[in-house]
């Protein structure tokens, strides 16, 4: 049973979401102004965690359950989920762009949402917050409830030929994913404006939710990764399709819904799907 006190609105779980993604932040904010070293590696040698990552989960952690200590919670360092009773599951990327905040690149995020259970087993995300640590720019949204940059809304491009339209991707951290991707690249180029490749799953789908760019797509990410932006591009206007790519795993595809069909087929021809 959840305690009296503790709601499920989502506001109330906005509110909470953002306190914490404030406080991660400012810890990874100063973690990045000492020394950062790798602590660990997992899916690959080049696939790291460094000691901020964990720490940053550990606080977010801490805080959300010391609130609401009936929820679920999943967080990309913490190995296994711990299961609530309250049907509010959070899904947690400590830090998204880990190898960016390594080489002190200054393009990574603190990404938080909060998931209610459905009577099917399955789950409605219904509150994300993502917070740009370099530049302390806050994206957050709610189900049905619009999405905001540091408290104002925000919203997609418009639909623009394919051939004009700049397309975030990423590359997976195996060298044999990143070969299939590489050649996916090589024939969506000559097709779109330009790509880019920023390194943060969060950021691109943000990127895309306030118009700053056209399409994202991505194969290899992880549900924590997306989980809050795809509910802040999906509240902008966007259409996300999650899916599988053509390696097998789990690939992201957003792009404003009015021009989203166009983009899915050049992604297919392209090579990204599966
Ligand atoms: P991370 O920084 O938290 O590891 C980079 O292309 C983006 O993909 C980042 O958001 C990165 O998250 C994410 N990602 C997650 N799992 C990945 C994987 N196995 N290979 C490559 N990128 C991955
Ligand atoms: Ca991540």
Same mark, same amino acid.
């Given at each position: ?47 790291v965690v460094t000691e901020t990552d964990r720490a940053s989960e550990a ?50 995020? +603190?990404?938080?949402? $909060?998931?209610?259970?459905?009577? /099917?087993?399955? %789950?409605?995300?219904?509150?994300? =917050? @993502? &917070? ?82 056209d399409a994202y797509v991505e194969e290899g990410v992880q549900v924590w ?6 509910? +802040?591009?999906?509240? $902008?206007?966007?259409?996300?399709? /999650?899916?599988? %790519?053509?390696?097998?795993?789990? =690939? @992201? &595809? ?21």
């Open positions: 049973m959840t305690s009296a006190s503790v709601t499920s609105r989502p506001g109330d779980l906005l509110a909470l979401a953002l306190e914490v993604a404030r406080e991660a932040a400012e810890l990874v904010r100063e973690a990045r102004a000492g020394t950062v070293e790798v602590a660990d590696t997992k899916s690959s040698d080049v696939d606080l977010i952690r801490e805080r959300i359950l010391a609130a609401r200590p009936d929820d679920s919670f999943l967080g990309e360092e913490g190995g296994r989920s711990i299961d609530g009773s309250s049907g509010i599951r959070w899904i947690v990327d400590p830090i998204d762009g880990t190898v960016n905040f390594l080489y002190g690149i200054p393009h990574y995020a +603190v990404s938080i949402a $909060a998931e209610r259970a459905d009577d /099917l087993g399955g %789950g409605e995300m219904i509150v994300g =917050v @993502v &917070i740009d640590v370099a530049s302390g720019t806050e994206y957050a949204a709610t189900a049905g409830g619009g999405a905001t940059r540091d408290g104002r809304p925000i919203g997609v491009r418009a639909e623009a030929p394919l051939a004009e339209r700049l397309v975030l991707t990423g590359f997976s951290y195996s060298a044999e994913v990143r070969g299939v991707q590489a050649a996916a690249v090589a024939r969506m180029l000559p097709k779109v404006r330009d790509i880019r490749r920023l390194g943060s799953c969060a950021l691109d789908l943000c990127r895309v939710a306030e118009g700053g760019a990764d997306h989980a809050a932006a795809a509910l +802040v591009a999906r509240e $902008a206007g966007a259409r996300v399709e /999650l899916t599988k %790519g053509a390696t097998g795993r789990d =690939v @992201v &595809i957003a792009a404003p819904s009015s021009g989203f069909a166009a983009f899915r087929t050049l992604a297919v021809a392209s090579g990204f799907l599966g």
